[in-house]
């Protein structure tokens, strides 16, 4: 069995809502040139050469559009096309079809393809019939991803960065386990959405998943946020009320900022996650749970034992399954595939149709260090989004302190070429009280060279 996985590199710019497609054909050298030119015109391309990868794959990610051959050896193409619709209704098909299987054709047809395609097809050819198509399946694609909106899935979270994805690969198996979850990581660095998916992957991605911020509930409240009371508990409790670790029985609660959670609170925590069972708060009748804990910090919980401000039972029973999510600047390869993705969604809910990055504003993104890591960089796409009237992105959209970066200083604090003409020339010019001609004279330049430079500085 058969897989390929082709990655396109940007030369010019950076290609957006690049359509993501599936082809499944036994015929491997079809299906692999077919991928690489799908990649080189700027899209998503995975090759499989069975029909049960092909829905292994569907299963586990989206595809905006799959290449299915009608007939392939050992396989029911028909059957395979109504599997691809239970899956996703949305995603588009196309069959792959050869001389003689007219019938079968328009029997897919009449099941769902959209089109059918007849080989023997170079490659070439196929894409210039698939144009035809592409400008409906970019809107139709386009609509798909905004009412589903984010989708949480470990298709989302793919990283070009080893460390990343290794950490990416062992959430995904605690995913499928029943086993609490720690995540550690800076604020910003998608703590809430990895939580998320690792429940919506899970056995219990059906179920309820609620999230809590634990800083932001005072501690005379939290008891009562998580447990719930009853009836006449105090002065204000007029009707039993469920707690969320009820209301998240088969599901996960998410505990975010579980640091800030004061000692008595942590106690009452660990009991919950040794018996499966509390008390609401004035009840006396036992409520057994089934819930798993999905924790997260930004705080290091080691040392916070070491001061005695969290519990070390606690902590050694939270510190099981660890995920600790890597700060932006330490994954620097995902920063650009990162801000396409922001853009995608800023396209659907701004009513923008930004279609590609420069290669400049790529590489100043690469270069700044993201304190604020990827809520940052979101944020930062937001504003762009916002204020854009055109489909690319440019250099003069970026904040200074991002445009700065690149070329900039290097890690060991030294200057860039360019960074030292521009402080040379700025000095020279305060030096002459302003005076260009003067200080082109000085500086070996024409004078208008030097208003170009001054003008480009200005703009930086």
Sequence with gaps: ??????????????????????????????????????????????????????????????????????????????????????????????????????????????????????????????????????????????????????????EKLVSNNYKTQKTLDEAKNFAQTDVNILITGESGTGKGFLART??????????EFIEINCSAIPSGLLESELF????????????????????????????????????????????VIEDFKFYRVGGRKEINIDTRIIAATNANLTKLVAEKTFRKDLYYRLNVAVVNMP??????????????????????????????????????????????????????????????????INMSLLPHEIKSKIGGATANGMKSLEEIERDHIMATLDALKGNKSRAAKVLGISRTTLISKVKQYRDV
């Design 198 to 207: 690792i429940h919506n992957t899970s056995r219990r991605g059906k179920n």
């Design 1 to 154: 069995m058969l897989e390929v996985i082709f990655r396109h590199a940007f030369v010019c710019e950076v290609r957006l809502f690049m359509l993501s497609i599936l082809i499944m054909d036994s015929d491997l050298d079809f299906s692999e040139a077919l991928g690489m030119t799908f990649e080189e015109k700027g899209y998503s391309a995975i090759a499989v050469d069975s029909a049960d990868r092909c829905l292994e794959l569907l299963r586990s990610r989206s595809f905006d559009l799959i290449f299915l051959e009608l007939n392939p050896p050992g396989a029911d193409g028909i059957q395979t096309l109504k599997e691809i619709k239970k899956i996703d209704m949305h995603c588009a098909v196309v069959m792959l079809a050869n001389h003689g299987e007219i019938e079968s054709a328009v029997k897919a047809l009449k099941t769902g393809a959209i089109d059918v395609y007849v080989k023997p097809i170079t490659p070439y050819k196929l894409l210039m019939q698939f144009e035809d198509l592409e400008k409906e399946l970019q809107i139709t694609a386009r609509l798909n991803r905004k009412s589903t909106n984010r989708i949480y899935s470990f």
């Design 327 to 392: 700060p932006l600047r330490e994954r620097r390869e995902d920063i650009v595939d990162l801000f396409l993705e922001f853009v995608n969604e800023f396209n659907s809910t701004l009513n923008r149709s930004v279609s590609c990055i420069t290669p400049d504003v790529a590489e100043a993104l690469k270069s700044y260090n993201w304190p604020g890591n990827i809520r940052e960089l979101r944020n930062l796409c937001e504003r762009i989004m916002v204020i854009i009237r055109g489909d690319t």
């Design 228 to 271: 719930g009371y009853e009836r006449g508990a105090f002065t204000d409790a007029k009707e039993t009320r469920r707690g969320l670790f009820e209301i998240a029985n088969h599901g996960s609660l998410f505990l975010d900022e579980i640091s800030t959670m004061d000692f008595s609170m942590q106690s009452k925590l660990l009991k």
